[in-house]
Each structure stands twice: as structure tokens, then as C-alpha cells.
């Protein structure tokens, strides 16, 4: 994995959202490079959300200038979600419908072929070992299954870059571990990864995180270079360490 | 009001056929602070609900100090404290009208009991004319804690209140619960965080509708029962697969920065483990023995019930 301007797939200056008076994102700057897992920690109401809704073309910065898979977030919101995947914790599958209609479904959504919709079915239902649960109703499905799935049907277009929002919540610590391993596969094929999580083990599987705290970025490097920085033994005391110093999360 | 002492005896759970709860029994003694530690899907909400009288097992008793939840649950619920998963409070009613409301509905007044949860209450006072439903996440968990506590309850009842929580507000909100356990009450909670485990007096590890150990955390470590290597290198994805395949190999998995790997037999001489390695093109090999925690042992409980039962998901 190179970092070049070449292959930035997410290049953010000075990136300032306010809402009224207060001020969710606070002059951000970062780069996050292709195949690359990116770990985007914070307390909660730190601001991550506001920034992850940003970057999908979502909803508009008040200042700065971002661009996402090449695109610009103010005039190219529309490539920038065709080029784009997103899950968020409570993953948005249809429960009423089955395996194989939601992949119709989302695929139909990004305006995929017939064949296109089929073939990628079957291939990804063949990677995740569920080929005899097609037809099954979501509903019936295992948490740890679903989430797999929902993982899937976000890269069901073949995005460029993939967010994930808390995507292994309450989730077993088997399964959790199945699911970074989906992670490090779509990486390995150059797909970039945007992770939020709260297990700060989960942070030490990405390449490089960054911790906010009110609203800006407080630290941004590889795991093992910041508990070197902050001389800490696990990525859980350099969060607590960074966070506590926030004011938000102590009123919040 | 004398902490709580629970007793769960036998109960079982079905929702449409599909098994909630298999045949679950244990006992909480008055004062602990007992987790229920398990994935989503484990059956921890079904068993609080149960426990909470808010809904009838198919089969089993549960008593709270002698009443039975469901024969007593009105003078149950008067020695209960209920803390839901979800957010349930009167999101169009300011902060202090919902306390308000959950004293006056168990006939005492904020006044009475203001010392129980002043610690927790004091740090939402600020914002007690503010709507509870705009609230933060921190501060609509404080304002819940704040009502299900204003009645004095003998047991609390707490379902998963720290999930998708940041670590910093986590511990937070447990050492809130050490100092409520000082109050004298039976404080029952669910977790999903693995971690949490060794926060409490005592834990029930669950999966699927199942409990798989009940001990003390540091019993639960001790009875591990393998040698637990903590191997790093400089390319831990393929390091994790390489582990994997080994002949000897039990279990291999990441954990943080490293993998845990646990071999079939003790493993005395590193070098050939570590030799073994370098042959597989691995460099910087760190190689240490180390102490399982509890979701190593969760992991191998899981593991072995699945080698059992054959479950696959």
C-alpha cells in the first residue's frame, strides 16, 4: 500500500461543519489512501457521524475542501455514492425479503444489469458458504450471518471505498473475527475501508486510525506508532487518555 | 431494603418454535453485581424480560427474595429496578417531569431517595427543563439509571447499558455501578463486551439461549486449561492463516496487535515454533506465553460447543 496522491481515494482540508453555533467538525484534514483500512475512532459525539455523512455525500460541509474517489463533495455528490458503500450498525437489509431478493434489490438501486444482479449473487453467496440460503427470509437468518450479508450487499456494485459504521456491534467473538477477515480480503483487492468501531482491539487491525475529541482529530498515525507516541500498552489507553480530555463527552 | 437474592430455576423460552432459552438456572446472591455475558441473540434481553415480570417463561420459576415474578410480580415490580436496552423514557417530557413520574408511579417523591442517585442525577441537573428525547446518548442513560434507581430498588435490573457506548463513557458508567453496589443493592447486568466480564463479582457466559460457565471472572480464566501463545510478526494476516494450518494447531485467532494460538499440546521450546515460522517467510517474530482473558475463554467454550452440537453460523 503506497500513500501518493495518486492513489488518495479520500483527500480532506480544513473540513469545518457547524450547525448553528456548534462546531461538530473543527478544521479536519486527512488523506486515506486505496486499499487501505482506516479507523475513524472517537467518544461518542465527537463528531464522527457528522464527518462519515459528509464524506457519503450526505449532507454539505460548511467549509473545506473534500473529495471522495475523485469526486468533490459540493457539486459530485451523486458519483461519489455510485463509487461508495456504506453499512451502518443497524444494518439496512429488508428483513421481509430474502437472501437473494435484498442483492436484487440494492443491486437493482445501483442500476446494475440482470446478469450482472445473478452472477454477483452467486458469487458472493459461494464465498460466504450460503448457496443453500438463497431463499431464505432475512428474518430467520443468524446476526453474525446477517451482518456478512450486509457487508456483501454494500459491495455489491464494487465500490471503491467501503464505509463501515459499527458494523461488528454485539456480534460474538468468533463472528467478529470472521468479519475482519471480509474486511482484510476486500483491502487485499484495493478496496478502501472506513471503520468506525468501539472495540479498541478492532482498532489495532486497522493500518492507520484517527481519534476525535470535540470535533477534531486529535491523533492520526498507525497503531503501533501511537502507543509508542503516548508510551501506552494497548490502543484502549491511548483512547481513554486522548477522549478524556474531551468536554463534549463528559457533558454527553 | 435488603438487597435482593434471586433464584432462577429451569426456566425456558420459545418464541413460535424458535428456542429463546434453554432450561437456564442459577442463583444471584443479595449485594452481587452479576453480569450476563453474551452475543446478541443470546437470550440475555428475553431472561431480563422475563425477570423484570414483563413477560411468562414457558416453563421455570424465578423468585426475587421469595416473590415469584409471576404469581407476586405486583409487589415485584415495587423492589425492581428496569433499565431496557432501548431508550423508554417519555422522550416529549423534560428530564425532571420523568423522574418525577417514576417516583410518583412508585409512591414516593425525588426528595425522599434524592441521596441514592444524586451522584448520577447531579450531572443532568443542568439540563432537567430539556426534553429527555433531545437529549445525548451519555445523558439519556444517566437520566435512566436516575429513574429506575429513584424507588430504591432492591435489585436493578440493567440491559445492556453500555452497548454502543465509547470506551471512555463505559468505564464511566461502571464505576457508577461500583458505588451503587455500595447502596446495597443486587445489580443484575448484560453485556456483549467481553471485557466488562471481569467487572463484576460473578458471570453467566451465554450463547445462544444457553449459559455455558457460571463463575467468578478470575475462576473463569483459571479454568482455561491451554497454553496461550501471543505471536506477532511482520505480516500478521498471513501469520493468522499460517497458525492456523500448523499440524498441532487447536485454535488461532487476532487479538489486538498480536494472534493468540493455542496448540494442542504445550509448546516448551519456541525456537522450532519460531523457526517454523521464519521457513514460512515471517520476520520480527515475537513469541510469549500469556494469560487467557475471558473472551479467550469464550471463544474456546464456543468453539467446543460447536465441535458438540455441530452448530454452524
Known sequence: MESTANNRVIHVRELVKKFGDFVANDHLNFDVYAGEIFGFLGANGAGKTTAMKILCGLQRPSSGTIEVAGFDVYKQSDQIKKNIGYMSQRFSLYEDLTVKENFQFYGGIYGLSATEIKDRTRQMLESLQMTTSADMILRDIPLGWKQKLAFS???????????????????????????????????????????????????????????????????LDSPAALKAKYNAATMDEVFIRLARAGVRSMNG | MK???????????????????????????????????????????????????LLLPDAGKITVSGLDVVA????????????????????????????????????????????????????????????????????????????????????????EPTTGVDAVSRQEFWNM?????????????????????????????????QIMDIEKPAVIVEKFGYQLLSIKSNRMFALLHDLQQFEHSLSAYRFGDSIHYIPESPIKDFNILSYKLAERGHSEIVIKETQAVVEDCFILLMQQSEKAHGINS
Open chain 1, 153 to 219: 450487499v454494500a459491495m455489491v456494485h464494487r465500490p471503491k471505498i467501503v464505509f463501515l459504521d459499527e458494523p461488528t456491534g454485539g456480534v460474538d467473538p468468533i463472528t467478529r473475527r470472521q468479519f475482519w477477515e471480509m474486511i482484510y480480503e476486500a483491502a487485499s483487492k484495493g478496496v478502501t475501508v472506513f471503520v468506525t468501531t468501539h472495540y479498541m482491539d478492532e482498532a489495532e487491525y486497522c493500518n492507520r486510525i484517527s481519534i476525535m475529541v470535540d470535533g477534531r482529530i486529535e491523533a
Open chain 2, 177 to 209: 455501578l461500583k458505588h451503587l453496589k455500595k447502596e446495597g443493592i443486587t445489580i443484575v447486568v448484560s453485556t456483549p463486551y467481553m471485557d466488562e466480564a471481569s467487572l463484576c463479582d460473578k458471570v453467566a457466559l451465554m450463547q445462544k439461549g
Open chain 2, 72 to 159: 407476586n410480580y405486583k409487589e415485584l415490580r415495587h423492589i425492581l429496578g428496569y433499565m431496557p436496552g432501548r431508550f423508554s423514557l417519555y422522550p416529549d417530557l423534560s428530564v425532571e417531569e420523568n423522574l418525577r413520574f417514576f417516583a410518583g408511579v412508585h409512591g414516593t417523591t425525588i426528595k425522599q431517595n434524592y441521596d441514592l442517585i444524586k451522584d448520577i442525577y447531579q450531572q443532568i441537573e443542568p439540563f432537567k427543563n430539556r426534553p429527555a428525547g433531545k437529549l445525548s446518548g451519555g445523558m439519556k442513560q444517566k437520566l435512566a439509571l436516575s429513574c429506575a434507581l429513584i424507588h430504591k430498588p432492591a435489585l436493578l435490573l440493567l440491559d
Open chain 2, 3 to 53: 438487597p435482593a437474592e434471586v433464584k432462577i430455576q429451569n426456566i425456558e423460552k420459545s418464541y413460535e418454535g424458535v428456542k429463546a432459552l434453554y432450561n437456564i438456572s442459577l442463583d444471584i446472591q443479595p449485594g452481587e453485581l452479576f453480569g450476563f455475558i453474551g452475543p446478541d441473540g443470546a437470550g440475555k434481553t428475553t431472561l431480563f424480560r422475563i425477570m423484570a415480570s
